[in-house]
Each structure stands twice: as C-alpha cells, then as structure tokens.
RNA sequence: GCUUCCUUAGCUCAGCCGGUUAGAGCAUCUGACUGUUAAUCAGAGGGUCCCUGGUUCGAGCCCAGGAGGGAGCGCCA
C-alpha cells in the first residue's frame, strides 16, 4: 500500500491495537524525546488519551540534523511499522520510517516543557495565564475528556428517559428572574446614548426596543416548554454578573434544567438522585483512565469518593430538621444557626462531611429565603425546595416543585416585589391548563469539579471567566 | 464586596538581623552514552527580586500607595 493511502490511526486505537506488524499512520504533538546517538525516543499524544506512543526513531535511518526539530510541543507525522515493544513499560511500539514536522515549537519559548525530577510542574494558576496552551496538559486533556463525557452522558440520560432537549433564549428581556445581577445587552453608543425627557438612556432605542440582559436561567421558558412537551431539559450558558471570588463560582457557566410536568417534591428528588448517580456511573465506566491520573496526581480520594456516590442512597432531610442536627451539634460554628435564615456553607459542609458522610437534599426551607415561584408547603412558612448537596462542592442542585396556583402565585410575586405583568407570559401557564410540576438546575461545571476532584472551577471550564478575567 | 496570605530565572521555590558580585532543583543549550521510560552523566547560558514612591551610609528584605494572584466568606449553580 502506498503511504499516500494510509489513514491516520488514533493514538488511543494503536496502543489497544492486537493487529500488530503493520504500516500505520499517527500525527500528534510531541511530549518528550530522548535517547542517544543510535537511537531516539519520542513520546506522542494526539488527545485521543491521556497515554503517549512510544514512537522509535533508528539514527541510522535518520541523521540526527533531521530530529533537531522534533522538540517537546512539535506537531509531527509519523509512519512507520506498529510492532510489539522491545522496551518495559508498554506493549507497543511504532518504529518510524519517515517523520514530518508539521510545526515546531521553539524550546526557549514554548512554556509547556517537560516536568522535572523533583515533580513539580506548572502550578494550576500559573497555567490559567496560558489557557490557550493548558488543554495539551496531561490535566487539561483528562479534564476536559471527562467534562465532554458528562456533557454526552446528560444527553442520553434524558433521551434515554423521555425528555426533550429545549434551547431557551440567551438574550432576555425580563429582569425579573431574581437570580442574581445580569450583563445587559446593548447596541447603544456608550459615549453618548439616547436619552428620554428626564435625562435617564432611552432604551426605546435600543435594538430591541427595551433593556435586555444575558439570561441567569432558563427555568421560565423551561416551564412554558414543560406544559406541552411533559419533560423537557435545557443545557446551555448561563451568566451571572456577581462579584463572586470563589472557587465554585464562574461568571459564565453551563447549567442543566429539566422540567417536568406532574411531578411533585419527592418525584423531582428521585430525578435528581438517579440522574446523579447516573452521569457519576457512567464517568466511572467511560473515563477510567483519565479519572486514575487525577486520583493518582492530586486527590487519592477520588475514585473512593465517586463509587461511594454511585453506591449510597442521598440522606434526604427538611430544612427543620438540618436545623435541629446543627443546633445539638458539638462542632463550634462561626456563624449561629437559626430557623428562617440561610445555612452557611460550613453548615451545608458539616452535615455533608462530618455528620451524615454522604451527599444530603434539603427540603421545605423557610419560604422567606427562596424564590418567589416555588410552592408554598401547607403550613404556609415553608416551600417545596430541594438543595442536593455535595462533599466539597457544596450546593450542586437547587430545584423546587413550582407554585402551579395562580392566585397563590401572584398573591407571592406581589410579597416579593416581582413584577407581574412583565412575566404575563409566565402567568398565562398557570391561567390555562396548569398542572403540578418540578424541576431543578444543575451546575455543569460543579459536578466536573465533583468528578474530576480538582479543586477550583476555574480549572474544569477550558476559558473561565470571573471578575477581571475575560482573557481568550 | 469583605478577611487573609502571596508576587525572586521559562517553571517550582530558598534567600538568615537590612550588609560585598542574587541561590537551588527542574527546564533550555552544548557534549558524552547502543533500547530510553519524569532517561542518566558533565558543562554552559539565563534576573526590571511585580510597579511607584519613601526610610537608610546601604533595601529582594523595612514603610506607604498601586497592580496581579491564591485561600476563606458572602451572592448562588
């Protein structure tokens, strides 16, 4: 077969290959190289995996002039026989015949060099300052490999258990979604925009005709679909103008919405639950090498931590009762418990952790405290909201079942100063054919976090952005 | 936004009580070595000590302001 007909073969698919004495075809970029005058070894990756190819290069059938720019960070093709490995360390081997540097990468320069003796590498913030470089990392690469096998395995979850997959807007004209401050949206000049009579900008304008802003959650639009599709899931960004300087917090994130007609409390926990324990499961099957790197590099927990998960049934709890395990409790907290006031996150981590040790929902919390479309419980103080918490994470989903009583709903909009007739559209499910439903938001980017083990958000979204950081 | 810690070579970090010419490991470069495995061995090059100002005979070190980063808290997913 000419070398012109070879197909490029997969870093991944060589190294599991059985067929062996062959000619093959593999192009990547170069981790190391090293050897002596008589022979030379080049590690490739392709991202394919996290493993590199032992590619050999016989100096008698390359002058060493040749290799000069086969440098750590190269691109090369290579082609050569894959053959049974001479050496410890790995089974296969490709003995080059010819190798072409598709683009070098000056060692003075490139900063991505190999790790030393003493394995201290680039620390992970010093790697954030060249996120254009970071996804070539053995980190980088088995992050995001497991971050797009939950992004996959959330699609078939849902596919696989009747939901349909709904795209809500980005750009919203309500402001009224009382999730947190908003980016606004604007095409007007900033030097100098319309103004009205009384001096203030004229958002008449504006190209859409009035304020708009980037959306904080999908969850309204989500409903409308709900009430005619039954079960439907939104997965898109989300953005959130907050000054929040954190290490579970991105001012652009990608949540996940399902939403589903006729479910109450304890059907939208059950969802939430399995739907965890599901994408942690099939994490486990499909990333187990990545998912050992991380354990074995940065927290020997790891994979204990996610089978547990996948093992143990959520402690499912109300609020009153967190409050009374809280206030018997022998650890000294910084800040007092009390009912009608929101749990600090040494509260959430101290039930979590320390007293139940595992992954815990809350339920029914004052209603003071929670947002204005969720239902109201019968004693008229709680509502019907579920926080699933996680160790190290904290809050990984918030959900609620919703308040599907129009005059119940309105009658809390007014209490809460939610204006009304800018959500007429929302209303208008509750006026005709409304029905008890549920649904809930989860954090993509936190259960990466979760199932990577890395320890800030910053690290599991390949260009994060936060305060003062919107670089690439 | 608040609290706190940090910023010295490409990277990870030392740097004594304020005292001569700024230190290590790794990386890089050069050389040696016939199959390496984070190769090994020998040698070399590499510095705006974050910035600005101040104190002092003398500042990487002390003081003030600024910038950037980490951790914790709040907001939440």
Known sequence: MPPEALRRSRVNDLLT????????????????????KYVQFIALNDGSCLATLQVVADLSKFSEESLKDITTGASVAVRGQLVASQGKGQAVEVQAEEITVLGTADPETYPLQKRGSDQKGISLEALRDIAHLRPRTNTFGAVLRIRHALAFAIHQYFNEHGFYYVHTPI??????????????????????PPRTAD???????????????????????????????????????????????????LAEFWMVEPEMAFYDLPDNMDLAEDFLQSLVRYALQHCAADLQFLHDTYDKELLGRLQFVVDNQFQRLTYTEAVEILKT???????????????????????????????????????????????????????????????????????????????????RMAEMHVPADELWWYLDTRRFGTVPHSGFGLGFERLVLFVTGMGNIRDVIPFPRYPKKAEF
């Open 171 to 192: 750009i919203t004209g309500s402001d009224a979604e009382g999730a947190g401050q908003m980016f606004r949206v604007t095409t007007l000049p900033p030097e100098h």
């Open 329 to 411: 409790a022998k650890q000294k907290f910084e800040f007092p418990v009390d009912w009608g006031t929101d749990l600090q996150s040494e509260h959430e981590r101290y039930l979590v952790e320390k007293h139940f040790k595992k992954p815990v929902i809350l339920t029914n919390y004052p209603k003071d405290i929670k947002a204005f479309y969720m239902k109201l419980d019968d004693d008229g103080r709680t509502v019907r909201a579920m926080d699933v918490l996680f160790p190290g994470i904290g809050e990984i989903i918030g959900g609620s079942q919703r308040e599907e009583d129009l005059g119940k709903l309105e009658a």
């Open 17 to 36: 290959s059985t067929d062996l004495n062959r000619d093959v075809l593999v192009k990547g970029w170069v981790r190391t190289r090293r050897g002596n």
């Open 199 to 249: 001096g203030s900008v004229d958002f008449a304008e504006d190209f859409f005709g009035k304020q708009t802003n980037l959306t904080v959650s999908g969850q309204l639009e989500g409903e409308l679909a709900a009430m005619a599709l039954g079960q439907v899931y939104t997965f898109g960004p989300t953005f959130r103008a907050e000054n929040s300087n954190t290490a579970r917090h």
